[in-house]
Structures are given as C-alpha cells and as structure tokens.
C-alpha cells in the first residue's frame, strides 16, 4: 500500500473539490444547499431563516436537480415535510418561485397534487413520499434553504 500512497494522494486531488459551500451545507454545481430539520417553521419563517443564512427556500428547476435533493433526503432519512420556495398564493394554480415569479416549469407533484385542501394551501412542499404537495402556509415544517456558492452579500431588495 505504501509504495501507492504518491499515487492515491494525487488520484484524490485530481478527482476531489474542496466545497466551496460554509460548514453544514451541501454543494451541487454552483448551488449549496442547507437541510433544516432543527427548526421547523411556517413557510414565511422558513423563508426569513433563510434570508439570515443568505439564502432563500430552493427553487428546483431540473430533474436533475430535484433527484439530487430527494436522495438527500432518502439517503439521510430526513422524513416529514420540506418547505420549497414555491407558492401559488398570488393567482391560485397559478405556482410560481418566490425570488422570480416565474412559473414553475418543471414539477414533481404527488399523485392527486396540488389539491388545494380546504381552500387554503398556497405553499409548496417536498412530503413524506419525497414528492411535492401543496399545504397551508403556517404549517410547521422543516425547509430546504439555496444560495449560489460564495454568495455571502446581501440577497434580500
Ligand atoms: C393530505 C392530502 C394533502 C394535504 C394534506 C394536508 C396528508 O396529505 O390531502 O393534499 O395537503 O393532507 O395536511
Ligand atoms: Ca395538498
């Protein structure tokens, strides 16, 4: 093995970035991504939680994208629902990412979702069953917070 271990420092430096993401959150591409499961919260808290971390609730644009964060979460076994920066609260149906109003164009909806339960979920999750489900905003769950890597300057105006 000795006589190796040139070798296998230089394979590792070759194949292995430094993250370029702070302690505790998880680089994909040029994103870094944050679990939070210690403080659960409404869908506007989760957002203001974020906003202090200098970063907002993920906006999943890709299915690359959003396998890379159900396997996360499957992987980790992070159960329950994950706040996303999804919301229909403007125009009902109408599911937009908060930071751009642009429509959702990619969606990974849970069979019979968005089903608007009693009239009153404007907000989006990741559920149980690592798909998304729409659910009443004040609903207290974990979240999932995106920045771009280095972005430390202010994101909020
Ligand atoms: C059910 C289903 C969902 C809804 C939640 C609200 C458990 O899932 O009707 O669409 O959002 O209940 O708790
Ligand atoms: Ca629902």
Request: proline share 4%; aromatic share 12%.
């Amino acid at each position: 093995m000795e006589r190796y271990f040139p070798i296998f420092i230089l394979v590792q430096t070759l194949v292995s970035q430094p993250s370029q993401c702070p302690h505790g959150w998880i680089q994909r591409n040029s994103s870094c991504y944050a679990f939070i499961t210690g403080a659960p919260d409404g869908s506007t808290e989760a957002e203001i939680y974020c906003n202090f971390l200098h970063s907002r609730l993920v906006e999943i644009e890709t299915v690359a994208e959003n396998e890379f964060i159900r396997i996360h979460l499957m992987d980790n076994h992070l159960k329950g629902n994950f706040w996303i920066g999804l919301s229909d609260v403007l125009v009902e149906g109408e599911w937009v990412w908060l930071s751009t109003q642009s429509p959702a164009t990619y969606t990974d909806w849970a069979p019979h979702e968005p089903n608007n339960a009693n009239s009153n979920e404007k907000c989006g999750t990741i559920d149980y069953n690592y798909h998304w489900n729409d659910l009443r905003c004040s609903e207290k769950s974990n979240f999932i917070c995106e920045k771009m890597v280095n972005e430390e300057v202010d994101i909020i105006g």
